[in-house]
C-alpha cells in the first residue's frame, strides 16, 4: 500500500511539476504579450496625438488658404496695382499648397504606419487565438475614405483589447487550477499522514 501511495503521490507531483511549468509559460508569454500591447498602446497614442496635431494644422492652414484667396479677390478689387499683389498672392498660395501637399502626405505616412502596427498586433496575437481575427483588407478606393478606415481600426483595437482579456482569463483559470491542485495535494498529503499514523 506504501509503494502504491508512494507511486501516486510521484505521479501527482509530477503532474504539479508540469503544471508549475506550463503556468510559467504561460506566465511569459502573458507578460511579453502585455508588454507589446502596452508598448502598441502608447505607440497609437503617440500616432494619434500626431494626426490630432497634423489634423489641426491642416485646418489653420487650409483657413489661411481661404482667407488669402479671399484677400486676394478684394485686393484685386481695391488696388490698382493687381500684378504685384496677385504675384505675392500666388506664391504665398503655392507655399500654402505644399505645405498642404506636405501635411497629407505626412498624415497619409502617420495613419499607414499606424494601420500597419495595428495590423501587426493582430496577425501576432491571431496566432496564438482560438477565434482567429479576420482583418478585413482595405481595397485602394476605400482606404482614401477615413469613416471606413476609422471603422476598421476601431474593430481591430476593440479585437485586439478582447483578446488580452480572454487571455487574462484564461491565466486566472490556470492560477485556480494550480491552486485547487495545491489543496488536492495538501488533503491527499493530510489523509496518508493519518493513515501511516493509524
Known sequence: MLAHFRQEREELEGHIRSLKAELIDNKSLMKAERQRVEKM?????KFSEEVLRGKEEYATLRCKYQLSAQDAEEKAQQLSTVGQNTRKLEEDNQSLREKLDSLETEQETILSILETEINSACQLLSRNSMDRF????????????????LAETKTKLQWLCEEVKEREEKERKLRAQYQQCREQLKEQKLKKDSEKEL
Open 41 to 45: 498602446k502608447v505607440e497609437c497614442d
Open 134 to 149: 479576420k482583418a478585413v483588407s482595405a481595397g485602394t478606393h476605400l482606404r482614401n475614405d477615413p469613416h471606413y478606415w
